[in-house]
């Protein structure tokens, strides 16, 4: 891992649902947002926070996100041992062709009825982490990476539906169920981040009443759908000012405030800073802006 890093951050590799986590630093307890996936520790130590509970992930543990997250995190990692992951994006249709397969075969996959938020840690077991090292062993050559990458990749999201909390995926593929309902609005959500949706659009879309919906919603994030797309523009609009240089005002005209006062005051209470100095204090963080995310 510390081979295919290019220094602290995410560093991309040569497939595209792959990236190399590396921090030579403690972070503090801040707010971040994960997307859709898994993330394996060798070394160091992560602590996910998130409505009361906590998610810890280290060279024992891995975390899954089956939706796009918000929540609080901490690391710890030092110059000497610094942390070291990879992270493995998670695609909705994989998961729904390996349920068809699975479906032909026993035992029968995992039942969704044991889902509830969209984050946990489990134990990481032999075969992730055998899989975890033939991924990285191939990532380092460009044609093994082309050719055997996605295979491995394919086996870490199987190895992630096969294990003990595989029914929070079966529940993230199904079209009709409260959770895949939710996790499509998730999506939408960050693909239309500027635009004004509604509570009211957002439950049409997730085929659900209003009071059903805003249920469901908390349970999967421990957020109000209104809370969510707020924390989602606030993260969103710090990104286009660490990675773009855009100033405060631009960021949030860019993810949907009309208000560049209301932006201010709602960065500063989330962040703990004011836009332009979260902005500098990352950009001091990283030599790579590229490599930070939200």
């Known amino acids: 891992m510390d081979g295919l890093a290019s220094g602290n951050g995410y560093s991309p590799t040569r497939l595209s649902a792959v990236r190399i986590i590396r921090s030579d630093a403690p972070r503090p307890r801040s ?4 997307e859709s996936s898994v993330v394996i520790l060798a070394q160091g130590r992560k602590r996910g926070f998130l409505g009361g509970e906590t998610y810890r992930y280290d ?3 891995y975390l899954v996100l089956t939706v796009p997250l918000p929540f609080e995190c901490e690391t710890e990692a030092s110059p000497e041992q610094p942390l070291l992951g990879l992270s493995v994006r998670l695609d909705p249709q994989t998961i729904a062709e390996m349920l068809l397969e699975l479906l032909e075969s ?8 044991d889902v509830s938020r969209g984050i946990f840690s489990t134990a990481l077991d032999p075969a992730m982490a055998g899989a975890a090292l033939r ?3 191939c990532l380092s050559d460009e044609a093994d990476a082309r050719v055997l990458g996605p295979s491995i990749v394919r086996e870490i999201t199987y190895r992630v539906l096969r294990g003990r909390r595989g029914g929070a995926l079966v529940a993230l593929a199904g079209r009709h169920t409260h959770f895949g309902q939710i996790a ?17 659009e957002m439950a049409a879309e997730a085929n659900m009443s209003v009071s059903a919906f805003h249920q469901h919603f908390k349970t999967v994030t421990t957020r109000s759908p209104l809370q969510y797309v707020k924390t989602t523009r606030l993260h969103k609009a710090r990104l286009l000012m660490v990675q773009d240089g855009r100033t405060a005002a631009e960021a949030a005209g860019r993810v949907g405030y009309e208000s560049p006062s209301q932006f201010s005051r709602e960065f500063k209470r989330h962040f703990g800073h004011a836009p332009a100095e979260e902005a500098a204090r ?6 790579d802006t590229r ?3 939200v």
């Not at 707010?31 to 994960?34: I, L, Q, S, T």
């Open 31 to 34: 707010p971040v947002v994960y």
């Open 59 to 61: 060279a024992s543990n």
């Open 106 to 113: 026993a035992p029968a996959p995992p039942s969704p009825s």
């Open 135 to 137: 991924l990285l062993q």
């Open 184 to 200: 499509r609005v998730l999506r939408r959500i960050h693909s239309d981040f500027h635009s004004n949706l509604s509570v009211e």
């Open 282 to 287: 990352l950009r001091s963080l990283y030599s």
């Open 291 to 293: 490599q930070f995310a």
